[in-house]
Nanobody
Framework: QVQLVESGGGLVQAGGSLRLSCAAS????????MAWFRQAPGKEREFAAV????????SYADSVKGRFTISRDNAKNTVYLQMNSLKPEDTAVYYC????????????????WGQGTQVTVSS
């Protein structure tokens, strides 16, 4: 069982930056993949970024590549999403997710979810 708690959302102007955090309750995450998904009003949940905890390998959706960076801190059992050059279309609730397996872009493959944190980008 893994509990995930997100933080760091808020309101920012276009072009600004935010860093989201996701603290995991489980101590050993070596075999886990940790991902960020987002869901805008009236839209389906979509993949943003994923990291394989053990190797640190990452993957990004085309819509965020070059602007967002996913990383993890082993000592804090925390995954981060650094978001730069934010656009109004990045406005969404951002969710952290975890699975005890390899990376996946499919939200349905993830077993554990955080409560979500709102990110609003004004134009």
């Amino acid at each position: 069982q893994v509990q995930l708690v997100e933080s760091g959302g808020g309101l920012v102007q276009a072009g600004g930056s935010l860093r989201l955090s996701c603290a995991a309750s489980r101590r050993t995450l070596t075999n886990y993949a940790m991902a960020w998904f987002r869901q805008a009003p009236g839209k389906e949940r979509e993949f943003a970024a994923v990291i394989r905890w053990g190797s640190g390998s990452t993957s990004y959706a085309d819509s965020v590549k070059g602007r967002f960076t996913i990383s993890r801190d082993n000592a804090k059992n925390t995954v981060y999403l650094q978001m730069n050059s934010l656009k109004p279309e990045d406005t969404a609730v951002y969710y952290c997710a975890a699975r005890d397996s390899g990376r996946s872009w499919n939200w349905d493959d993830y077993d554990y979810w955080g409560q979500g944190t709102q990110v609003t980008v004004s134009s």
